[in-house]
């Protein structure tokens, strides 16, 4: 399935829905150049922010993916429903979406945030996780993709590129 990052992040934002991206995307924005295949976000948990990313989800008709068993499952998007799981992989029309309420080695949206990058995209506006916190996930996930991108990352980081 091929991504549209710009037609998710439109959405999300045109929902008013308070958000970091994080991962690969996060990545390519600070000049990365790994590919991704997905849009990975960390969102704020207030419950007015999960009414909204709810609407939008609904909207966009998202349905949770399973990658090892290769199913979509249909959901109602409620707050409720979001506050199931921390970490949330779905497909939509533009593209898989991964919502992570805790990616690894934070606790959340109010962390990363602390010192996240905006980056205009078009007609909107984006905030982004800092470079060292994009190190700090993928440290902590410790896969042999995340690994394999650090070297990059910290080089990116020394150029003071999220400046």
Known sequence: ?????????????????????????????????????????????????????????????????????????????????????????LRTEYGHLDILFEPSGTQGYRDLSRDKVQYELGAFTVDVVSVEGLIRMKEAAGRERDLEQLPTLRKLMERGSQT
């Open 1 to 89: 399935m091929r991504i549209d990052p710009e037609a998710l992040l439109e959405e999300l934002t045109r929902h008013g829905v308070r958000f970091l991206i994080i991962g690969g995307i996060a990545g390519t924005l600070h000049g990365s150049p790994y590919p991704t295949d997905d849009l990975d976000i960390c969102p704020q948990d207030g419950e007015k922010n999960l009414e909204r990313l709810a609407r939008c989800l609904e909207e966009l008709e998202a349905k949770e993916w399973d990658p090892r068993k290769e199913i979509e499952v249909r959901f109602e998007w409620t707050p409720e429903t979001l506050k199931v799981d921390k970490t949330w992989i």
